[in-house]
């Protein structure tokens, strides 16, 4: 491989679990499992090659149609293994940042959630962003909303963008997405105006540190224009 054009902003959209697990005659929820192994993995791998900002699409707001069961074991594993990652995140100098509306998870997940966020706030490592119950048009809503309370009548892009989730956070340069689907499922809608993608028919258990390093060296051979 050619000299390697490390991407500042990584985002994936983890998908592929559900498939994963019926493959190989499992419960979805066993690919599911495996996914935050790969997750914890990943966070790992871009940590140390340095990457500055990991965003990851854990659970959208559109998730939460799925059946009751299917969510509530998402939830526990989600919070469980954030909190069980916690001192290995902290070990890394990673910061944690949540996006989206948390405040639809039952309060013990969402106080484990937060709890792991703020004991991470002083890092200075790589930032996490991990995207739950996250929709890119809600969250716009949300921004113009945020606008209309501060009185504002005529609203300019920067306001938008320094109203969203994710203010304090550059667009990301490379959106990966597992599974071979072919589109954003209401994912950072506004910040990936400019972003290269990357897709591919790995699901998200099998996607490791190879897949990983094939997506960035693809970014890598990109032109990337702006329009200029
Ligand atoms: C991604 O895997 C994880 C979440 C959306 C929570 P899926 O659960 O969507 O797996 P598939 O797409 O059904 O294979
Ligand atoms: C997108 O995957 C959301 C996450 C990976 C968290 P979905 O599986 O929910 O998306 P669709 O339904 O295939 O568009
Ligand atoms: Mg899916």
């Not at 000299?3 to 499992?26: F, S, V, Y």
């Amino acid at each position: 491989m050619s000299e390697q054009i490390i991407p500042k902003h990584i985002a994936i959209i983890m998908d592929g679990n559900g498939r994963w697990a019926k493959k190989r005659l499992l419960p979805r929820t066993a690919g599911h499992k495996v996914g935050l192994d790969t997750f914890v993995n990943t966070v790992d791998t871009c940590s140390s090659m340095g990457i500055e900002y990991l965003t990851v699409y854990a659970f959208s707001a559109e998730n939460w149609n799925r059946s009751e069961d299917e969510v509530s074991a998402l939830m526990e594993l989600m919070s469980k293994g954030i909190t069980k990652y916690e001192p290995e995140m902290n070990r890394l100098n990673i910061r944690l940042r949540l996006v989206g509306d948390i405040d639809r998870f039952a309060p013990k997940y969402r106080d484990a959630l937060r709890g792991v966020e703020s004991r991470l706030d002083n890092n200075s490592g790589m930032t996490l962003c991990i995207c739950l119950s996250y929709g890119g048009r809600q969250e716009l809503v949300y921004a113009v909303n945020k606008l209309l309370k501060e009185g504002k009548t005529e609203i300019t892009d920067k306001d938008i963008s320094a109203s969203l989730y994710t203010s304090d956070v550059p667009d990301p340069d490379l959106i990966i997405r597992t599974s071979g689907e072919y589109r954003i499922s209401n994912f950072l809608l506004w910040q990936s105006a400019y972003s290269e993608y990357y897709f591919t028919d790995v699901l998200w258990p099998d996607f490791d540190k190879n897949e990983l390093l094939k997506a960035i060296d693809s970014y890598s051979k990109r032109e990337r224009r702006f329009g200029r």
